[in-house]
């Protein structure tokens, strides 16, 4: 089902540039401070074409999207970026901590062309629904570039590891390219040029149906793309280079996966007083508080209380701080009859605290509707669960719902069921470097 194949990706020239000073978070994680940052690490960062300044003045004819075209030719034209000699699939590995935690993991996954392909076809299926103005942004630099320096995170399901294992082979070899980024995590890639072995990984790629993990913007943008170089060509051609997006491809079944939670904080209810809300949530949580006295106490009840949070997983637990000396764990009812409280939600959907936290908690306990989520009039995010909690006690929000990470399996299930997870649901961890290999759409044989 999955078309995969090599290419030859323009990469940044290492006997000119060291490629820890050249590339950069995916640019939807690019703050204006990182901004900077990436300008003054080096004049060859990609950071004017993955996300450049917007300047005074621009227009039609001189903008962010045509800088970033003009920077992209310059680079080619000089050496700075240099086009690999044959078609390659390309392994890459990111060694990272887990934030949080003692524990280090190590993701594999290979790099390669994927046929774009509409989701009605059920070869790659989303988990999230996009938003307007990034795919409009996106686009627009697709079409003065005809580049994609980003990766598209996508998940397979391959039990038996085949691939992984050519991947576990591949890592004990030295690393065409090392680096660490600005967290701490070790990016390597390696080149995968020998015929054989790309026809074994396209051929147990051919059975797969595809996940977007991380992405889905610059995916429905390379869907776009696509349709609108097939609406000018003179006749239909399946090999076309916009057919086919770059992505980096990783087992369900990999030990190096991880997703963290997207805690919630929540302000301006009007009214809003924590016990009347604890009351009306006992309609469908039995609670568990965690109180504390002094500062003392309360490292000793942070302790506790995260212990439990993780052990209640299988009722669907739910962390809540409001402040006022105590952390509360609320845990789902046994036998909740998911047909009268939620008849339309999914039983897939119904196994992610998540949802049962915007559908219970927030919507009917709250009174903020799905539609002033969307436009987080209520509701801000924080991966940082000690950043979620300071911000109650530092006044900016009412009540904090501090969260267990979603599991890829579940992921995985939501996907190919068709349906869609909350807004900020899942965070998977590293995130892929753009700018390690880059896909020139125009001439990428």
Same mark, same amino acid.
């Given at each position: 089902?999955?078309?995969?194949?090599?290419?030859?990706?323009?990469?940044f020239?290492?006997?000119?540039?060291?490629?820890?000073?050249?590339?950069? &978070?995916?640019?939807?994680?690019?703050?204006?401070?990182?901004?900077?940052?990436y300008?003054?690490?080096?004049? #060859?960062?990609?950071?004017?074409?993955?996300?450049?300044?917007?300047?005074?003045?621009?227009?039609?004819?001189?903008?962010?999207?045509?800088?970033?075209?003009?920077?992209?030719?310059?680079?080619?034209?000089?050496?700075?970026?240099?086009?690999?000699?044959?078609?390659?699939?390309?392994?890459?590995? @990111?060694d990272?901590?887990?934030?949080?935690?003692?524990?280090?993991r190590?993701?594999?996954g290979?790099?390669?062309l994927?046929?774009?392909?509409?989701?009605?076809?059920?070869?790659?299926?989303?988990?999230?629904?996009?938003l307007?103005?990034?795919?409009?942004?996106?686009?627009?630099?697709?079409?003065?570039?005809h580049? @994609?320096?980003?990766?598209?995170?996508?998940?397979?399901?391959?039990?038996?590891?085949?691939?992984?294992?050519?991947?576990?082979?591949?890592?004990?070899?030295?690393?065409?390219?090392?680096?660490?980024?600005?967290?701490?995590?070790?990016?390597?890639?390696?080149?995968?040029?020998?015929?054989?072995?790309?026809?074994?990984?396209?051929?147990?790629?051919?059975? @797969?149906?595809?996940?977007?993990a991380?992405?889905?913007h610059?995916?429905?943008?390379?869907?776009?793309?696509?349709?609108?170089?097939?609406?000018?060509?003179?006749?239909?051609?399946?090999d076309?280079?916009?057919? #086919?997006?770059?992505?980096?491809? %990783?087992?369900?079944?990999?030990?190096?996966?991880?997703?963290?939670?997207?805690?919630?904080?929540?302000?301006n209810v009007?009214?809003?007083?924590?016990?009347?809300?604890?009351?009306?949530?006992?309609?469908?949580?039995?609670?568990?508080?965690?109180?504390?006295?002094?500062?003392?106490?309360?490292?000793g009840?942070?302790?506790?209380?995260?212990?439990?949070?993780?052990?209640?997983?299988?009722?669907?637990?739910?962390?809540?701080?409001?402040?006022?000396?105590?952390?509360?764990? #609320?845990?789902?009812? =046994?036998?909740?009859?998911?047909?009268?409280?939620?008849?339309?939600v999914?039983?897939? &959907?119904?196994?992610?605290?998540?949802v049962?936290?915007?559908?219970?908690?927030?919507?009917?306990?709250?009174?903020?509707?799905?539609?002033?989520?969307?436009?987080?009039?209520?509701?801000?995010?924080? =991966?940082?669960?000690?950043?979620?909690?300071?911000?109650?006690?530092?006044?900016?929000?009412?009540?904090?719902?501090?969260?267990?990470?979603?599991?890829?399996? @579940?992921?995985?299930?939501?996907?190919?069921?068709?349906?869609?997870?909350?807004?900020?649901?899942?965070? %998977?961890?590293?995130?892929?470097?753009?700018?390690?290999?880059?896909?020139?759409?125009?001439?990428?044989?």
């Open positions: 089902m999955a078309e995969i194949r090599a290419f030859r990706a323009y990469r020239n290492a006997a000119t540039v060291s490629s820890a000073d050249v590339t950069t &978070q995916p640019y939807d994680k690019i703050t204006p401070a990182m901004q900077e940052r300008y003054a690490a080096s004049p #060859f960062n990609l950071i004017p074409i993955e996300k450049g300044r917007v300047l005074p003045g621009d227009s039609s004819e001189t903008n962010v999207y045509t800088r970033a075209a003009a920077k992209l030719n310059e680079w080619i034209s000089s050496g700075i970026l240099v086009k690999d000699p044959v078609p390659t699939v390309y392994a890459y590995s @990111q990272y901590a887990v934030p949080g935690t003692n524990t280090r190590v993701r594999r290979f790099i390669a994927g046929r774009v392909e509409d989701y009605a076809a059920e070869i790659v299926f989303r988990h999230e629904r996009t307007t103005a990034p795919k409009a942004d996106r686009l627009e630099l697709l079409r003065h570039t580049a @994609q320096t980003g990766l598209l995170f996508m998940l397979y399901d391959e039990p038996s590891k085949q691939i992984d294992s050519m991947l576990e082979m591949i890592s004990r070899t030295p690393a065409t390219v090392e680096l660490k980024d600005e967290y701490g995590v070790i990016h390597q890639l390696w080149t995968i040029t020998d015929a054989g072995s790309i026809r074994r990984i396209a051929a147990a790629m051919a059975a @797969q149906k595809l996940i977007i991380d992405g889905h610059r995916y429905e943008t390379a869907l776009a793309f696509r349709d609108e170089c097939r609406a000018r060509a003179s006749e239909a051609n399946p076309a280079p916009y057919e #086919f997006a770059m992505m980096a491809l %990783f087992n369900t079944h990999s030990s190096g996966l991880t997703i963290l939670p997207t805690h919630r904080v929540i302000r009007a009214n809003f007083d924590f016990a009347k809300f604890r009351a009306q949530a006992s309609r469908y949580f039995d609670w568990y508080g965690y109180p504390f006295y002094s500062q003392e106490e309360r490292a009840a942070y302790e506790d209380f995260l212990r439990d949070l993780e052990r209640q997983r299988v009722r669907h637990a739910i962390g809540v701080y409001g402040g006022g000396g105590a952390f509360y764990l #609320f845990v789902l009812k =046994r036998n909740t009859d998911f047909a009268q409280v939620l008849p339309d999914s039983e897939a &959907q119904r196994e992610l605290d998540v049962l936290l915007h559908r219970l908690l927030i919507e009917k306990c709250l009174g903020i509707t799905a539609e002033a989520v969307t436009g987080e009039q209520h509701i801000s995010y924080e =991966r940082d669960m000690s950043a979620a909690i300071a911000a109650v006690d530092g006044g900016e929000a009412q009540v904090a719902f501090l969260l267990n990470a979603v599991r890829v399996r @579940q992921v995985a299930e939501i996907a190919l069921g068709g349906d869609v997870l909350p807004q900020k649901s899942t965070d %998977f961890y590293p995130k892929l470097l753009s700018g390690l290999v880059i896909y020139r759409i125009e001439d990428s044989k």
